[in-house]
């Protein structure tokens, strides 16, 4: 059996929490010494002894009893292991409320309780984790249900706090531990390093491994599953790459291409909207800089402005800059004022209800609005 412990400051979340799950049929009320009702109503009765010690920060206890896989217990059995757990652990005379989860494949239940007495005395938290370990271990004899040894913990990394309020905050499964299920498996399946990747994208994980840049020797190992990663150290003792190598086989020159290929592939998958986006990039840029678009698409400008004049006159209006080559005293402002161009300026550019020139065009804007605002200049 596995016990694992949160002391919070809030009755109230950890309550709607539960009562989420038994409105969805996903847990029920197994045992409580204080009023079955709305959350609000029972984080009150809670907070009435609270404040007996109204300095206590942390005054709410949250366990939950998880059996290991195949062991079953009765309602009336598992109620009274979890009474026989609280009084371990000093809890004689508190309020509690234990909600039976059915929504996971082992069984399993939550313990919500207040530190605070009737008394008003605290429970203390001294040495909290020991103590819950020694008391497993005797309820596990005393309900017979299958003694799990010290090392089987050590094996696999612990949740940590942010990690366990995230499952309670969202109702699901924590990724560490399905990355530790799965991995597991893999092990278990594999003989070597190819089956071990294989059997690992079968399930949806995909494995990274950290090669030393001198020698390409396998140093260590990482996991992904649902895009979070973890280091194989991190995951448990069991999961890093030198215990790793006690269950597979590896052989640096034989595996070098399949660990090349797995770690290219992740590393591509990370390109792959660099990539794309260069690609865009360059194909938007080729078709504007292509000399047949561009004499096509100008051309056909040309024929809409113009329409049926000679060619001698197109020529001399689509080279404006010959108009002015005698004359060196007109000024800029003249020259752009008698400019040809100044009427069909705004024909010979690309229609802005192209789609190419939309985006063209909202990008730039995007790029002059950001420079006046560096200026301290709004649009």
């Known amino acids: 059996m596995i016990a694992k412990q949160i002391k919070g400051k809030d009755f109230y979340g950890l309550i709607v929490y539960h009562d989420k799950k ?16 709305k959350p609000v109503d029972m984080t009150k009765e809670f907070n009435v002894v609270r404040q007996l010690r109204p300095n206590l920060g942390k005054a709410v206890y949250h366990v939950s009893l998880n059996l290991p896989p195949g062991d079953q217990l009765s309602d009336k059995d598992f109620s009274s292991l979890a009474d026989d757990y609280l009084k371990g652990m000093g809890f004689e005379d508190n309020q509690y409320l234990i909600y039976m989860h059915i929504d996971q494949e082992h069984q399993h239940l939550h313990i919500i309780a207040n530190r605070v007495m009737f008394s008003g005395d605290v429970v203390s938290d001294s040495g909290d984790y020991k103590r819950s370990q020694k008391l497993v271990r005797e309820l596990e004899r005393k309900y017979r249900l299958t003694i799990l040894s010290d090392n089987s913990f050590r094996e696999k990394a612990a949740l940590t706090q942010n990690e366990i309020a995230k ?63 973890y280091k194989g150290s991190t995951l448990g003792r069991k999961f890093s790459w030198n215990n790793i190598l006690k269950q597979i086989d590896y052989e640096q020159s034989r595996d070098r291409t399949i660990i090349f290929k797995t770690n290219s592939a992740e590393r591509g998958n990370k390109e792959d909207f660099k990539r794309i986006t260069w690609e865009a990039g360059v194909a ?3 078709q504007w800089n292509n ?7 100008y051309s056909r400008t040309k024929e809409f402005e113009y329409g049926s004049e000679s060619p001698q006159k197109v020529k001399l209006r689509t080279n404006p800059k010959s108009t002015f080559e005698s004359d060196s005293n007109i000024t800029k402002s003249e020259k752009v004022s008698k400019s040809p161009f100044k ?12 789609p190419d020139s939309i985006q063209v065009n909202e990008q730039l804007a995007d790029i002059d609005r950001k420079k006046r605002k560096k200026r301290g200049r709004r649009l």
């Open 291 to 297: 000399p047949s678009i561009s004499a096509n698409y």
């Open 167 to 229: 499952a309670l905050r969202t109702g699901d499964i924590p990724v560490k531990n399905l990355l530790q299920e799965k991995v597991k498996v893999a092990l278990k399946s594999a003989s070597n390093v190819k089956e071990f990747v294989v059997k690992l994208n079968e399930v949806g994980v995909s494995p990274q491994f950290n090669t030393s840049k001198s020698t390409d020797r396998v140093m260590g190992v990482s996991f992904k599953y649902k895009d979070i990663i």
């Open 343 to 354: 009427k069909s300026f705004n024909k010979i550019i690309p229609p802005s209800n192209y």
């Open 284 to 286: 938007q840029f080729s």
């Open 22 to 37: 038994v409105k969805t049929g996903k847990a029920y009320v197994l045992d409580s010494n204080i009023e079955i009702g």
